[in-house]
C-alpha cells in the first residue's frame, strides 16, 4: 500500500516535543486512559503555509518561528464519542484542537470528568453526579499531580504536505539529511534564538546604573533543557551555559546591581558555583533556591523598595508569608505553570523572573515597574504570560 501522505502542514514544536508527551503521560496515567497521543504533529492552516507552498514570497517575509500557545485538558465531541484535546493556537490563527486520548463514550467521559475535578456544567453535571452516586464514589480527586496545561513554545519546522520540511530560523527548505542531522538543527536553534531575541550578539548596556532580575539559570543542568523546553540541543549544557553568561554579561555592566531569585545551579558544588559566578557581571544579592547547594551567601528573602513600590522578592512564591499582600517577585515555577504563574499577574500581583519566563537574560526593574504601571493605569487583569521581546514583534501579552 502506498504511503498516504499528510492533507495538511504540520508545526514541529521541537523545544516542546518532551514536555508535550510527559504532560500527556501524567495525564493519561492521571484519569486512568491509555494510549494516550502527545501532540507532536500540529496541523497548521493552509494560509500559515502558503508561502511555503507556493514559493511566492520572498525569503524575507517569511517569519523565522511561528508561536504556539497550547492549552487544556477539555472534552471535544467526536461523532457519538467524546475526547479529551488540548487547545493549540499557532500564530494569530484561531485555537484548534488536538485530541490527546483516544474518543470514548458520554457517560465513561463524564465519570471520568467528575471523578478528576474536570469542570461540569448543566445535565453534564447533574448526570455525572449521579453516576457517581451509583457507583458510591463521591469524592474526587482532582488532577493529582496533573495540572491543566498552558504552554507558550514556538515552532521552528514545517512538515508540508508532500512530506518536505521547511525550517523556518534557516529560511530554507531541508534534505532528507539535512533533517536528520544534529548540526543542522544546532545551525536552526542558534538562528532562532537570534530572531527570538534569546541570544544576545553584542552588549547592550543601559546608560544609567539598573537593577535587574532574574533566576533558575539552572546551570549545568542537563535535564532543564527539556523539562523547560529551552532552545537548545537535548544535553548541551555548554551551549546553555555560555548563551545564559553571555546574555547576562550583555545586559548587565559590572557596576549594575542584580537581584538574583534563586536556583542559580542544580546541585553544583562549591567550586562549580564559584566558577559560575566569577564570570558574571554586576554586585548580586543571591537568594535562596532549593537547588543552591554550593553558596553560603544566600537569603531567604529580600524587600526591594524603589518610589513608591516595595517588592517582596522569594524563590517560591508559596513561601511569602500569610498576610503579605503586596507585589511579589519570585523564580521557581519557571514556564511550567503560566496560568497561576505568568511574568505578570495583576490580579495576584506576582513578578515571574524565571529566565525561560524572561527571554533568558535579566530583566529591568524599570521595565518591570513601566508594564506595572501601565496595566494599573488601564485597569488591566489580564496577565502577561511571558516577557515581550524587543525584537520579536507578535509576542504574547
Not at 479529551?84 to 486520548?101: E, I, W
Not at 478528576?116 to 445535565?123: D, E, K, Q, S, Y
Not at 530560523?169 to 536552526?188: K, N, Q
Request: glycine fraction near 6%; hydrophobic fraction near 35%.
Amino acid at each position: 500500500m502506498p504511503e498516504q501522505t499528510p492533507q495538511h502542514a504540520t508545526a514541529r514544536p521541537l523545544f516542546a516535543e518532551w514536555k508535550l508527551a510527559d504532560a500527556v503521560r501524567e495525564f493519561g496515567e492521571t484519569i486512568r486512559i491509555a494510549d494516550t497521543i502527545p501532540p507532536i504533529e500540529i496541523p497548521l492552516p493552509a494560509s500559515v503555509t502558503a508561502p511555503l507552498t507556493e514559493d511566492t514570497a520572498p525569503p524575507g517575509d517569511i517569519p523565522p518561528y511561528l508561536p504556539l500557545l497550547i492549552s487544556g485538558y477539555h472534552r471535544v465531541r467526536r461523532g457519538r464519542n467524546f475526547s479529551f484535546a488540548l487547545s493549540v493556537a499557532a500564530g494569530d490563527h484561531p485555537p484548534a484542537d488536538l485530541p490527546v486520548a483516544p474518543p470514548a463514550g458520554y457517560l465513561t467521559t463524564l465519570h471520568r470528568m467528575h471523578r478528576h475535578g474536570f469542570p461540569l456544567t448543566g445535565w453534564d453535571a447533574a448526570i455525572a453526579s449521579a453516576l457517581a452516586a451509583l457507583s458510591r464514589r463521591t469524592s474526587t480527586q482532582k488532577y493529582h499531580r496533573c495540572r491543566p496545561l498552558l504552554l507558550a513554545t514556538d515552532a521552528t519546522r514545517i512538515t508540508l504536505p508532500e512530506g518536505s520540511i521547511y525550517d523556518l530560523p534557516l529560511g530554507r527548505h531541508l534534505t532528507a539529511d539535512e533533517a536528520a542531522s544534529r548540526e543542522v538543527l544546532r545551525e536552526s536553534h542558534a538562528a532562532y534564538r537570534v530572531a527570538r531575541g534569546y541570544e544576545g550578539t553584542a552588549p547592550v548596556h543601559r546608560e544609567e546604573q539598573e537593577t535587574f532580575l532574574t533566576a533558575d539559570l539552572h546551570l549545568g543542568h542537563r535535564e532543564a533543557i527539556s523539562y523547560y523546553c529551552r532552545p537548545f540541543l537535548s544535553g548541551d549544557t555548554d551551549t546553555m551555559d555560555r548563551i545564559l553568561t553571555e546574555n547576562w554579561n550583555h545586559t548587565v555592566r559590572p557596576d549594575d546591581s542584580v537581584i538574583f531569585a534563586g536556583d542559580f545551579t542544580y546541585k553544583a558544588d562549591c567550586d562549580a558555583t564559584d566558577a559560575y559566578r566569577s564570570a558574571l557581571n554586576g554586585t548580586v544579592t543571591w537568594i535562596e533556591g532549593n537547588h543552591d547547594t554550593g553558596m553560603d551567601d544566600t537569603h531567604f528573602s529580600h524587600s526591594l523598595t524603589t518610589e513608591d513600590r516595595t517588592f517582596l522578592v522569594i524563590h517560591n512564591p508559596k513561601h511569602v508569608p500569610a498576610g503579605y499582600r503586596g507585589w511579589v517577585i519570585h523564580g521557581h515555577t519557571h514556564n511550567a505553570r503560566l496560568g497561576d504563574y505568568p511574568f505578570i499577574s495583576f490580579t495576584q500581583k506576582t513578578v515571574n523572573v524565571s529566565t525561560d519566563v524572561t527571554g533568558y537574560r535579566p530583566v529591568p526593574l524599570t521595565e518591570v515597574l513601566a508594564l506595572i504601571r501601565d496595566g494599573e493605569r488601564t485597569g488591566r487583569t489580564a496577565p502577561i504570560l511571558t516577557r515581550p521581546m524587543p525584537s520579536a514583534p507578535g509576542d504574547r501579552v
